[in-house]
């Protein structure tokens, strides 16, 4: 199905361990993004992509690790998860950046 | 001061009713607004860019006042489906998107 899909929808892992969270779209989108969205803080951007091979941080880019070797995928990874990273994650693809379309979220809880 | 402010509410209406919601915004240079919509517990999605000029899109408008840096969201003949949290966006660049926290519209019967 065309559209921007993100998985796992749920993960809880532990304190310390990796995590990666993977979201595809099949719209060839030149532009993604991560973010987390956390109570009282709205959405803030982690990373984002404008094309294959380019990445860069955004607001809230330490503790993560994003690549994009594809247009398609852009997994976020928690090198070292900590309890702060407790948050509901959103993927987002756009053609030009500014109208963008997101995801169904990744729930992650870090115990 | 928050980059961009909303009020949280909840706004509570009776369907039918028109309601209006403001989000200020700190950076004077910024060009680009829109606003989001998002039902609990799901992704947000977009409901309509922000003109300098205004734009309407059905029962929905939305105006910029650089002057007193806000944009508003007005919704005639309020239905029960448009019960959501409405997130305005500063768009600057791919780098700087500064979502607001949200505004909670909750419509009655």
């Known amino acids: 199905d065309a559209g921007i899909t993100q998985s796992p929808r749920y993960k809880i892992t532990e304190t310390g361990r990796q995590v990666t969270l993977m979201c595809h779209q099949t719209?060839?989108?030149?532009?993604m993004f991560w973010y987390r969205q956390d109570l009282g803080h709205g959405l803030r951007l982690i990373y984002y992509s404008a094309a294959a091979d380019i990445t860069d941080k955004g607001e809230v880019p330490d503790g993560y690790v994003v690549s994009r070797s594809k247009t398609e995928n852009f997994p976020l990874t928690l090198e070292s998860a900590t309890r702060s990273q407790t948050s509901v994650y959103f993927c987002?693809?756009?053609?030009?950046?500014?109208?963008?379309?997101f995801g169904p979220g990744t729930r992650l809880t870090v115990l | 001061r928050k980059e961009v402010e909303q009020d949280p509410g909840p706004f509570n209406v009776p369907e039918g009713a028109t309601v209006a919601f403001n989000c200020t915004y700190s950076?004077?240079?910024?060009?680009?607004f829109f606003w989001y919509r998002q039902d609990c517990r799901k992704e947000p999605k977009l409901l309509m860019s922000v003109y300098s000029s205004g734009n309407e899109d059905g029962r929905f408008t939305a105006q910029l006042n650089r002057a007193s840096q806000y944009i508003s969201l007005l919704i005639r003949d309020s239905k029960l489906s448009d019960s959501a949290t409405y997130l305005c966006v500063d768009y600057s660049s791919a780098s700087k998107i500064i979502f607001g926290s949200g505004t909670r519209l909750s419509i009655r019967p």
């Open positions: 987002a693809s756009s053609v030009l950046a500014n109208e963008q379309f």
């Open positions: 950076n004077s240079a910024s060009q680009s």
């Open positions: 719209w060839s989108h030149s532009y």
